[in-house]
Each structure stands twice: as C-alpha cells, then as structure tokens.
C-alpha cells in the first residue's frame, strides 16, 4: 500500500515538473519573440512546411467530417421530423467544435511528431549544443519560428475545415439526402453568428500554441539516440492531443 | 589565485559538476596559458567532456568558478554567456553539423548570425577556412554527402569561421582511420601556429595527445591530479597516470568509478 502511494506520488511529481518545465519554456519562447531580429526566412520556411503542407489532410479531414455529420444528424432528425436543421447543426458544431479539434489532433500527428523527431536527432547529435557555441540562443532560432508559424497556421487551416465541412455537408445534404438547398442554406446562416467562427478560431490558436511548445519541448529533452528520438515523437504526438482535448473543454466551458 | 595574470586565459577554479548521484567534477583545477595548447586526458565517462561544457556554458558547474580573460563566466545569465561564447569555436565529436544545410551554410552560420557581410565576402572567407581545413569544391554538398574525416574538418572550419581566441576540441581524432586522425592533429597545430588559439582538447588518443600538447592534464575521479608538459607526463611517478598513458588493464585505475 505504501509502495503504491511511493509511485503514484513520484508520478505525479514528475508530472508537475513537467508541466513547469513546458510552461517556463513557453514564458521564455514568448520572451524571444520579443527580442529582434525575427528570422523571417526560417518563419516562413516553417508556415510552409506546417500551413501550406498540411493543406491536403486539413481538406479532406473537414470535407468527410462535414458529410457524415449530415448523414448522421439526418438520421437522428428525422424520426422527430427535424431534417431541415441539418444545416444548423452542420455548421455549428463544425465551426465550434470540429473545425479546431480535428485540425489540431491532425496537425498534432502530422506536424508535431515531425518537429520532436527533428529537434530531438538534433539533440542527440550535438547540433543543438553546436548552436549554443556558434552564440545563437536555440530557443529564439529553432523554437521562435516553429510556434509563430503553428500559431498563426492553425486558425487559418481550421478557417479551411470550416469552408470544406459546411460545403461537404451541403453536398451529402442536397445531393444525396434530397434537402431543399435553399432551405438547407437559409439553416445555415440563420443560427450561425460570428461569435461561432471566432470561438473556434480562438480555439485553434491556442492548439497551436500547444503543439509547437509541447512537441518542441519533447525534441528539446531528448536523451538516448535513435530510440529517444522515437520516444519523443510518441510523446509528442500524444501529449500534445491530450492537451488539445483538455484545453478544448475548458475554453468551451469558459466561452459558453 | 592569479587569474588576474594577463597569461592566464582561461582558469577553472575548484569547480563541481554532478547529475543526480553521479559526481563527475569534483573539485577541479585548471589553467590555461595564452595561445597554450592543453590536452586533458582521462578514460571514457571520467568528465572530460563535462569540464569543456561548462568551460564554454553549455553546462552550468553546481560550485566553483572559471574564469575567461579574468571574466567569471559560471554565473552569468544566458545574454551575457551568448557574448563570451563569440570568443570560442567548438569541434564537436561527430561534428555536430546542422544536416539540414549545406557546407557553406554550415561553415558561415555564425557569420550569418552576427555580421552583416554581404554574401560574396562570406562566400569568400568560407572558401578561406575550408581551404584551411583542406577541402575545397565541397561548398554546395550537404553533410549526409561528406565522409567521417571530412565532416570534421568542415565542423572545424565552422568552428574558425568567426576567428575565435579559444578553440575546445571534443575528441578530435575519434573515430578516425590513424592516417585521418594525423591529418587532424596537423591542421590542429597548423592552426595554433597560424591562428594563435589558446585550446583544450580531451582526448584518450595519446598519439594525438604527445603531438599537439604544449601541456598534458590528467583528470581522474572529477579531479585534474597532474598536469605537464608531454615530456613530465611520460616519466610521471603516479601509477595512475602511468597506467592510463601505457593503456595497461591492471593497475590502480578501477573500471567502477
């Protein structure tokens, strides 16, 4: 019994370091962002790679996410004859809710896993320490970049979700579903206000804060070679999707 | 203590350095002259590379001090560690070079960082020092292209690039075929001669160590316990030193430190 509350305490002490450790990196990354010169080549070098790359999985995570929920929402709608809501209930819970999220938890896996695997090999080889020595802060040259660039990237790509879900759902509604489209489009807009829109794109800016920090930080600690590498990717991956949950509850519950 | 002595650049000071239960320094002491070549000795795992971390504030001592040109340097904030570091160049053991660059890239980070050169200028002192190192035509390769013995010699031109007063060599010659290894230890002391570095080198190679030592310091269980020229150190009377340089198995030296 004893020995069971020797883990579960040494656990959550490890936890709570860790936190610190991620929140005092996040304060010291806000710091350097502050301090000029910002490297613009490497900033856009990095909206590249996690914007303008992520594109493609962004379109089709929103477009499918749109249609079924249009097939799914009819379903239900129906047996209280209810159909001609689909489109409220399209739009809203992608804007609200879906847009951020699954952006997030997809560019988490996409993105994240990338920059603690390139991070951390950099680690393991030196290259980090190499940084320090030629007089440049990592922090401002490798981190700076990344989480400007994730942070200004994911509202944009949750913007695009939104567009292709809505547009899907329409598609599956019309098309498939025989919906009157402009019954369908009047549903719409009617109940969507721009307090919607701009709660998920809050969400997906703080998304992608917790991306870059968290998958930044696992690359930044890595220990043990290509294995460590491995683990900081898993890490990274996981952490950060967890922390997109978790975060998405409390923002919608503050926001509500 | 005479770190005040304008000879002295770099002085480390009674100085301590452990992860978790592992002690590593304990206490060690250290001087090096201006434009003097050390070479620190030691068996793998004894600290070495922990001491010339913490020389160029890659690693932060728990006690003691080091001092550059007379400037304590363990206790400054990152800002001002950024500046005392535009005085060193680090060759680190596997090179340690960005692979996502190209050489020159590579060669001309710190030039690109801190000056405002213009492009045909660095391109200039990047084909200098590559020709220094002896490459040349390698410019536009990337180091996933370059062979062990170049990717040294590119790391050790980056290292040079900003004309640093302080060199700190990370196992220069491991690694390497012997002929590779000798071609290494030249342009070390080609570049002490051409240059006028103050260097440290930790090594456990002893050829390299002889050739490009003006002194020779052994540290031992977190402490430097002798230091000489390579001459007092191949006739020392500590059995540990002895044991070390002849690379014998048996002796005082223990495998568990």
């Known amino acids: 019994m004893l020995r069971l509350l020797e883990i579960i305490g040494t656990k959550f002490l490890k936890l709570v370091e860790e936190s610190g450790r991620v929140a005092i990196l996040f304060l010291k990354t806000l710091l350097w962002i502050f301090r000029p010169p910002l490297n613009l080549r490497n ?21 499918f996410t749109g249609m079924v929920l249009a097939l799914q929402s009819y379903t239900g709608f129906k047996r209280f004859g209810a159909e001609t809501f689909v489109g409220t209930v399209v739009a809203l819970s992608i804007t609200r809710e879906l847009g951020p999220v699954l952006s997030g938890l997809m560019v988490s896996g996409r993105v994240g896993s ?25 922090i401002k040259y490798l981190i700076v970049p990344r989480f400007l660039a994730t942070t200004i990237v994911m509202p944009i790509l949750t913007v695009f979700a939104d567009i292709i879900g809505i547009i899907g759902g329409y598609m599956v509604s019309v098309y498939i579903l025989g919906s009157n489209p402009t019954i369908y489009e009047r549903r719409t807009w009617d109940f969507l206000k721009l307090n919607d829109i701009y709660s998920g794109i809050l969400k997906a800016t703080v998304f992608g804060m917790i991306i870059a920090i968290v998958s930044c930080y696992q690359g930044f ?9 491995g683990r900081a990717t898993t890490k990274a991956v996981v952490l950060s999707s967890l922390m997109i949950l978790i975060a998405n509850y409390f923002i919608t519950a503050l926001m509500f | 203590m005479n770190f005040t002595n304008s000879d002295v650049k770099i002085s480390i000071q009674d100085v301590y350095k452990s992860f978790g239960n592992n002690h590593v320094l304990r206490g060690a002491f250290l001087e090096i002259k201006k434009g003097e070549s ?3 000795i030691g068996g793998s795992g004894t600290g070495k590379s922990v001491l ?19 400037q304590e340097v363990a206790s400054l904030k990152e800002g001002d560690l950024n500046e005392i570091r535009k005085k060193f160049g680090m060759l680190f053991q596997w090179g340690a070079l960005f692979d996502s660059m190209r050489v020159w890239e590579n060669v001309s980070f710190g030039l690109r960082q801190h000056t405002r050169l213009k492009d045909t200028e ?9 020709k ?26 980056r290292a040079i690039a900003m004309e640093p007063e302080i060199l700190l060599y990370d196992e220069p010659t491991t690694g390497l075929d012997p002929i590779m290894a000798d071609v290494i230890n030249e342009l070390i002391i080609h570049l002490r001669e051409k240059i ?18 003006d002194r020779i310091a052994m540290l031992y269980k977190g402490e430097i316990i002798e230091v000489g020229t390579p001459e007092g150190i191949r006739n020392s009377k500590n059995e540990i030193v002895q044991q070390f340089i002849q690379g014998r198995a048996e002796g005082p030296i223990t495998r568990e430190q």
């Open chain 1, 43 to 63: 900033i856009l070098a990095q909206i590249e790679e996690v914007g303008i790359n992520s594109i493609p999985v962004i379109l089709i995570t929103g477009a």
């Open chain 1, 114 to 138: 990338a920059m603690a695997a390139e991070l951390g090999t950099m680690q393991v080889t030196e290259q980090i320490d190499a940084l320090y020595t030629l007089a440049t802060n990592p």
């Open chain 1, 221 to 229: 600690n890595t220990e043990g070679g290509a294995s460590g590498v």
């Open chain 2, 38 to 40: 050390m070479v620190v």
């Open chain 2, 52 to 70: 010339i971390k913490c020389v160029i504030g890659l690693l932060k001592p728990e006690k003691g001090e080091i001092y550059i040109d007379g």
């Open chain 2, 122 to 130: 660095i391109k200039d002192i990047v084909i200098e020092k590559l």
């Open chain 2, 132 to 157: 220094l190192v002896g490459l040349r035509n390698v410019e536009n390769l990337m180091p996933s292209e370059l062979s062990g013995g170049m990717r040294k010699r590119v790391s050790l031109a």
């Open chain 2, 196 to 213: 006028k570095v103050t260097s440290i080198a930790i090594t456990h190679d002893m050829v390299s160590a002889y050739k490009i030592a």
